[in-house]
C-alpha cells in the first residue's frame, strides 16, 4: 500500500489530491489564502477528508510561497559584496539589486590572482554599518567555484565582528556564471527566513493532526526535497512543472509527447522526450533576476479559454488578457469558450449566449450562421497557432541545444513520434484542431482541474551531482552543493574516479534525504594537463543523475 | 540591437595526441572563463549551435588527395569546425546576427587547395570553405580575410592566390623565423588576381602599438579600397605574449583593439596554444569587441618578459616594408603545354611539406591568363615518396565561358590520357558540380 497527498498551491485555487496505490481517491479545490499559506494548505487537506490519515506516506507541496515573495518584492534587503576580478565590466549586465565590488582575483583553475584587501573590509564595516545590525549578506567571488577562499575569509572576517550577520556565499551555487550565482545567493538568502517560517508552520501543522509521513516541497526541475533540506529558491515555478509530471502519471512510460495545458488566461506547453521532461538549459529567469534555478523547459503563453476577443477593421484580435468569464458563461465578451461552445466542441455554457457573444464581433449583415461559423473556426485556429508557435519555440530550443563534442554532433537528438496530451479547461475544445495542425494523436487529460496536484503527488526525487576534478591543482569540487575537497587520488585516475563519484553521490543523496535508484551516469570526460609537452594532470568531469519523473501511473 | 553570435565549438572529445598543442584542453579554460563571465547572457549574444559540412561544401573549395574518401576516416572534428563557420557565415548574410565569432577548433588556415594530409595542425581550410559557399550560395561577390594569426596563413593565400574577388591579407611573424616560412612581401598573387594578396611580415616582438600601427597604417586603408561584402577575421591567438610556439607580444587588450579596428563580419578562431595564460582572455576580449562592450578590463595575470619592438624602429621598418612592396611588379613565366586549351598559361611550381606526417608535396600550378575572369586554374600534384598523383581542374566562379570550355577541356583529356595519375577533381565553381575521378572507382559526383 502506497499512500500520497499532493496539493499545489496556485494563484487564485489550492487543488489537493490523495492518492492510494495508483488510484485517485479523494480531490479537492479550495480558494488560496496567499497571506496564510499554511492554513489554506490545512483547509485543502482538511476538505480531502482522508479517512486514516496516520495511513499517509508522504505529502507533496508546490507553492508559490518564494515565486510571489520575488515577484511581489517582499523580500529583506541583502547586501551584495562581489569579487569581481577582471574580465566583463560587472555593468555589462542588468543587475536588478545593487553591489559592492571588492579586490581579490580566482582564476578559473581556482589560483589566487590577487589577494583580497582587508583595509576595504574594515571599510566596509563602517560605512555600511555591518558592526552591529543583524544584516543580511551574500559574499560572491568570480570563479569562487573553483575555490572558495575569499569568500570564507570574508565570512569569517564578518562573522568575527558580528555573529549575528546571517551571511551566505555564492560557491553553494557550484556552477559556472558569476553574474547568475551572485543574484541566486542573493535571492535563496532573501527569501529563506520566509520559508523557513513557512517551513515550521507547515510541520507543526501536519504534526498536530498526528501525521508522520514526510512533507517534501515540489522543485522547477519536477523533483521533490524534504521541507527541511531544500533550497527555498529551488521551490519557484513548481506550478509548469506540475503540469508536466501529471501528464507522465498518465503516460505510457518512454513515450515523447507534448503536453498543453491551457487555463482561462495561460497555457503552458511542456516537451516529454522518451518520458523524460525537457530541462531548459539555461537557469530560470525569474522577474527581472537570471538564476542557476534548474528547472523544466516550460513555455508560458499568455493564451487561454477567456481570452478576450475583439473586433478589429481585419475582423478580430485574441487579446492577451480576461476580462470575467466566457460570455455564454454569463460573462460580457465574447472568448475562445464561446467559440468552442458555438462550434458544439464543449457542453457548458449557453449555446444561444455563445452564438450572441460571437456575433458581436461581426458587422450586423454578416451575423449569419456561416459566417458565425467562420469566425469560430478562425478564433481557434488563431489559438492553436500561437500554441503551436510555442510548441516549435521549444522544440527548437531542444533541438539546437550547444554541442561541445565530436560525438555528441555526429549523434543529433533523433527526431521523435510525439503525441499530444491536452489537458486544462479549454482542453476539449481545442484538442482536435491541435492535433490535425501538429499532425500528432491527441489525448484528453483527466482530472484537469487538480492536475497539478497530481503532478506533485506522484513527483520522483531528482538528483544530480557533478563532479569537476583537477588532479594538478589536487581539487574537486560538486556543482549542486559547491562541496570543494581535496583530492588526494593519483594523477591520471580511471577507474578510481568512477567510485570516488559513487561515494559522493550516495553522501549528498543521503544528506538530501533522498533515496537514488534509478541513476543515470553521463561518460567521463577526461582532458590531460600538459605543460611543456609533458602530461601533468587531468581535469575530470562526470556526472551521474536521476531525471525528473514519476513514480508510477495514475487512474481515476 | 546588432546581435553577435557565438559557436562554441571547443571538441572536447578529439585532439591530434595526448600532448599535442591541438587538444581536448586547448578550449577548456576559455569555456570556463566565457561561462563564468556570463558573456552568453548578455542580451546581445546569440550562441548558435554547430553542424557539420558536407564534402561538396568542402570540395568546393579544396581538393582532398586521392580522394575524399581515402581521407574521411579522419575528417569529423574538421568537417565541425567547417560547418559551424558556414553557419555563423550564412546567420550573418541573412541579417540574423551583426558579426559573430566562430570559437571553433580545429583550425584550417594552413590547408592549401589540395590537401594530402594535416598540417600546421589543419586539414580544412574552414574560412576559404565558408567563403565560396557563402560565394556559391548567397550571392557574395567580394570578401576580405584578414588574418591576424602569428603564423602565415598560406593555406588560404594558395586556395585565393588566383581569386580577384577575395582579398587576403596576412600579418604574421617573419617566416624567416617561424613556421611555415613563407608570407613575404613579393607574394602578391597570381595573374589574374594581382595585389588581391598582401603580406605583412613583422619583426618578432611587435606588440599592441606595432600592430595598431600596421592596422591603420597600410591594411585597413587597403580594406578600404577593395571595399567588400564581407571581411572575415582568421583570428589566431599566438601574437599573445604568453605563445609558447612564437616570439610576438600582443596582450588581450591588444586582440580587443584589433577586433575594434577591423570590425569584422565573421572572426574564426585559428591558432593560439598559449591555453592557460593566454585564450582565456583573448577569446573573451575578441567577443567583447565584437558584441560593443568594454573588453579594457580583461587583463591576463601574467605580464610579458620578452622585450617589446617599440614603434621607433618599427615605423621605419614596415614604412620600408611598403615601399618594397610597391616596388614589386610582375613577373611569370608562360608555359603552354601540348595539350593545354587556348591562351597563355602561367606557370608556378612550389612544395608544400606536411609537418604532422612529415612528407613533401610536390605542385606544378597552371593558370589561364584571362582578362574577363579569374581564370582556369590547372594543378598537379605529387605527394613525394609515393606514386600518387593527382590533379585539380578549376572553373572559378564567374568564369568566362572561354575559360569554361578550357577547364572542360582539360578534364576531358585527364580522362582520356592521363596514365600517370591517380585521381582528379573537377572543381566547376562556376555551376556548383564537383567530380572526382579515380582510376579504378572511375567518376563520381559530389
Known amino acids: 500500500m502506497s499512500n500520497q497527498v499532493g496539493i499545489d498551491v496556485g494563484g487564485t485555487y489550492t487543488d489537493a489530491v490523495f492518492i492510494q496505490d ?507 594537463i600538459v605543460q611543456g609537452y609533458k602530461t601533468v594532470g587531468q581535469i575530470v568531469r562526470g556526472a551521474v543523475h536521476q531525471r525528473p519523473g514519476v513514480i508510477g501511473r495514475v487512474s481515476v | 540591437m546588432k546581435r553577435t553570435g557565438i559557436l562554441f565549438f571547443p571538441a572536447f572529445d578529439w585532439s591530434l595526441g595526448d600532448s599535442h598543442p591541438e587538444r581536448e584542453e586547448r578550449l577548456l579554460y576559455t569555456q570556463e572563463q566565457l561561462f563564468e563571465e556570463g558573456v552568453l547572457d548578455l542580451p546581445q549574444i546569440k550562441q548558435f549551435s554547430p553542424r557539420v559540412a558536407s564534402l561538396h561544401e568542402v570540395l568546393r573549395a579544396q581538393a582532398l588527395l586521392p580522394t575524399p574518401w581515402s581521407q574521411t576516416d579522419s575528417l569529423d572534428a574538421h568537417l565541425i569546425a567547417a560547418g559551424s563557420a558556414i553557419l555563423l557565415g550564412e546567420a550573418r548574410v541573412r541579417g540574423e546576427i551583426g558579426n559573430g565569432f566562430v570559437l571553433a577548433r580545429p583550425p584550417g588556415h594552413h590547408s592549401g587547395a589540395t590537401v594530402w594530409g594535416n598540417r600546421g595542425f589543419c586539414t580544412l581550410n574552414n574560412e576559404a570553405i565558408l567563403v565560396n559557399h557563402l560565394r556559391a550560395q548567397l550571392g557574395i561577390k567580394k570578401i576580405a580575410i584578414v588574418d591576424t594569426d602569428v603564423h602565415h596563413g598560406d593555406g588560404t593565400q594558395d586556395i585565393f592566390y588566383h581569386d580577384p574577388n577575395v582579398l587576403f591579407i596576412s600579418l604574421h611573424q617573419d617566416g624567416r623565423t617561424l613556421y611555415p616560412g613563407t608570407g613575404f612581401v613579393n607574394e602578391k598573387g597570381g595573374p589574374n588576381a594581382w595585389d588581391q594578396t598582401l603580406n605583412i611580415p613583422l619583426p618578432p616582438g611587435t606588440g599592441d602599438e606595432g600592430y595598431q600601427y600596421v592596422l591603420e597604417e597600410w591594411v585597413l586603408p587597403r580594406l578600404r579600397a577593395f571595399a567588400p561584402d564581407l571581411i572575415i577575421n582568421s583570428a589566431g591567438q599566438d601574437n599573445h605574449f604568453t605563445d609558447p610556439l612564437a616570439s610576438m607580444n600582443l596582450s588581450a587588450g591588444g586582440y580587443g583593439r584589433i577586433t575594434e579596428l577591423l570590425q569584422p563580419d565573421l572572426a574564426v578562431l585559428e591558432g593560439g596554444y598559449s591555453i592557460e595564460g593566454a585564450l582565456p582572455y583573448v577569446n573573451l576580449a575578441i567577443l567583447l569587441a565584437l558584441a560593443g562592450e568594454d573588453y579594457h578590463h580583461v587583463r591576463e595575470p601574467q605580464k610579458p618578459e620578452r622585450p617589446v619592438l617599440s614603434l621607433a624602429p618599427l615605423k621605419p621598418y614596415i614604412q620600408g616594408l611598403k615601399q618594397q612592396h610597391q616596388t614589386i611588379k610582375p613577373n611569370f613565366t608562360i608555359q603552354n603545354k601540348a595539350y593545354f586549351p587556348r591562351g597563355n598559361w602561367i606557370y608556378i611550381p612550389h612544395s608544400v611539406y606536411y609537418d604532422t606526417e612529415g612528407f613533401q608535396e610536390s605542385r606544378h600550378d597552371y593558370i589561364r591568363q584571362c582578362d574577363h575572369c579569374a581564370g582556369t586554374v590547372y594543378i598537379e600534384s605529387q605527394r613525394l615518396s609515393s606514386l600518387q598523383k593527382s590533379s585539380l581542374v578549376r572553373i572559378p566562379f564567374q568564369a568566362c565561358s572561354e575559360c569554361e570550355q578550357a577547364g572542360y577541356d582539360l578534364w576531358d583529356h585527364l580522362l582520356r590520357h592521363s596514365e600517370d595519375m591517380t585521381s582528379g577533381l573537377l572543381q566547376n565553381q562556376l555551376h556548383d558540380k564537383f567530380f572526382v575521378w579515380q582510376r579504378k572507382e572511375g567518376l563520381t559526383q559530389f
Not at chain 1, 529563506?192 to 526541475?221: C, G, H, M, N
Open chain 1, 22 to 528: 495508483g488510484h485517485i481517491q479523494n480531490t479537492a479545490k479550495v480558494p488560496t489564502r496567499s497571506e496564510n499559506i499554511v492554513e489554506t494548505l490545512m483547509e485543502a487537506f482538511e476538505t480531502l477528508s482522508i479517512v486514516e490519515e496516520s495511513s499517509i506516506d508522504q505529502i507533496v507541496v508546490s507553492t508559490t510561497l518564494v515565486t510571489n515573495a520575488i515577484l511581489q518584492d517582499r523580500i529583506p534587503p541583502v547586501e551584495l559584496l562581489l569579487f569581481s576580478g577582471n574580465g566583463m565590466r560587472v555593468d555589462a549586465l542588468p543587475w536588478p539589486v545593487g553591489y559592492r565590488e571588492l579586490s581579490g582575483e580566482i582564476d578559473f583553475r581556482g589560483r589566487e590572482i590577487a589577494p583580497p584587501d582587508q583595509r576595504e573590509w574594515e571599510k566596509l564595516l563602517q560605512t555600511i554599518g555591518l558592526r552591529e545590525n543583524p544584516a543580511h549578506v551574500a559574499i560572491v567571488g568570480k570563479f569562487s567555484h573553483r575555490n572558495n577562499l575569499h569568500e570564507e575569509q570574508l565570512a569569517n572576517y564578518l562573522r568575527q565582528n558580528n555573529s549575528s550577520l546571517r551571511l551566505a556565499l555564492g560557491h553553494e551555487w557550484g556552477q559556472a556564471n558569476f553574474y547568475r550565482r551572485s543574484l541566486t545567493t542573493y535571492l535563496n538568502l532573501g527569501v529563506s527566513e520566509l520559508y523557513q517560517q513557512f517551513a515550521l508552520d507547515l510541520q507543526a501543522a501536519v504534526t498536530a493532526r498526528k501525521i508522520e509521513a514526510p512533507i517534501f516541497i515540489l522543485k522547477a526541475d519536477g523533483g521533490s526535497l524534504p521541507l527541511a533540506k531544500i533550497r527555498p529558491i529551488d521551490s519557484i515555478y513548481s506550478g509548469p512543472a506540475a503540469s508536466v509530471l501529471a501528464a507522465l502519471t498518465q503516460n505510457e512510460p518512454a513515450v515523447s509527447s507534448i503536453i498543453v495545458d491551457i487555463g482561462g488566461t495561460t497555457t503552458d506547453i511542456g516537451l516529454v522526450l522518451s518520458g523524460v521532461p525537457l530541462l531548459s538549459s539555461k537557469g530560470a529567469q525569474i522577474g527581472p533576476f537570471s538564476t542557476l534555478v534548474r528547472s523544466l523547459a516550460v513555455r508560458s503563453i499568455p493564451v487561454g479559454g477567456d481570452s478576450v476577443i475583439h473586433a478589429t477593421d481585419q475582423g478580430f484580435s485574441l487579446e492577451s488578457y480576461r476580462l470575467g468569464p466566457a460570455y455564454c458563461l454569463g460573462g460580457n465578451v465574447p472568448t475562445p469558450t464561446d467559440a468552442m461552445r458555438y462550434l458544439g466542441l464543449i457542453d457548458y455554457g449557453n449555446e444561444q449566449l455563445a452564438a450572441e457573444g460571437l456575433a458581436s464581433v461581426l458587422p450586423q449583415e454578416q451575423r449569419t450562421p456561416k459566417f458565425l461559423n467562420e469566425l469560430a473556426t478562425a478564433v481557434l485556429d488563431t489559438v492553436v497557432d500561437r500554441i503551436v508557435e510555442a510548441v516549435d519555440s521549444l522544440k527548437r530550443e531542444w533541438e539546437e541545444e550547444p554541442a561541445y563534442k565530436v560525438w555528441e554532433v555526429l549523434h543529433p537528438h533523433e527526431s521523435q513520434a510525439f503525441h499530444t496530451l491536452v489537458s486544462g479547461g479549454g482542453a476539449r475544445g481545442i484538442s482536435m484542431a491541435l492535433g490535425k495542425r501538429l499532425g500528432t494523436p491527441v489525448q484528453l487529460g483527466y482530472l484537469s482541474e487538480i492536475s497539478n496536484a497530481l503532478g506533485a503527488a506522484m513527483a520522483r526525487a531528482t538528483f544530480d551531482c557533478t563532479l569537476h576534478l583537477d588532479t594538478y591543482m589536487k581539487q574537486y569540487s560538486v556543482e549542486e552543493t559547491g562541496e570543494q575537497g581535496k583530492w588526494t587520488g593519483s594523477l591520471r585516475p580511471y577507474l578510481e574516479v568512477e567510485g570516488f563519484l559513487d561515494a559522493l553521490a550516495q553522501q549528498q543523496a543521503a544528506r538530501s534525504g533522498i533515496k537514488i535508484q534509478d541513476v543515470e551516469k553521463e561518460p567521463f570526460d577526461f582532458f590531460p
